[in-house]
Nanobody
Framework: QLQLVESGGGVVQAGGSLRLSCAAS????????IGWFRQAPGKGREGVSC????????HYADSVKGRFTISRDNAKNTVYLQMNNLKPEDTAIYYC??????????????????WGQGTQVTVSS
């Protein structure tokens, strides 16, 4: 079984912080790029942040630059998304995706790969 499980979502007031985790099981993330995506009700899924297999390269959507930080701990087979200064428009279900043989920039634009089930983030004003 190849599985990604997101956790860490919840309800937070604007200006608050959350840290999301994406844990992999059934496969090793060492050679996979990871992307965080989000989807609000009635909207399409958008790329938020992506990271290379080594962690040396990252990409952020303009809407989250300076507020979100993606990182990975390959020893724990886990990728994180630290979200600071949250805004109501950040409210969405957040998903992680793993895929090999791609680039960081393409990762945030491509739908292919292994997907987690998502975790809900709600930011109140």
């Amino acid at each position: 079984q190849l599985q990604l499980v997101e956790s860490g979502g919840g309800v937070v007031q604007a200006g608050g912080s959350l840290r999301l985790s994406c844990a992999a099981s059934g496969f090793n993330l060492d050679y996979y790029l990871i992307g965080w995506f989000r989807q609000a009700p009635g909207k399409g899924r958008e790329g938020v942040s992506c990271i290379s297999s080594s962690g040396g390269s990252t990409h952020y959507a303009d809407s989250v630059k300076g507020r979100f930080t993606i990182s990975r701990d390959n020893a724990k087979n886990t990728v994180y998304l630290q979200m600071n200064n949250l805004k109501p428009e950040d409210t969405a279900i957040y998903y992680c995706k793993a895929a090999p043989w791609t680039t960081v920039q393409a990762m945030c634009r491509t739908g292919g790969g292994y997907w987690g089930q998502g975790t809900q983030v709600t930011v109140s004003s």
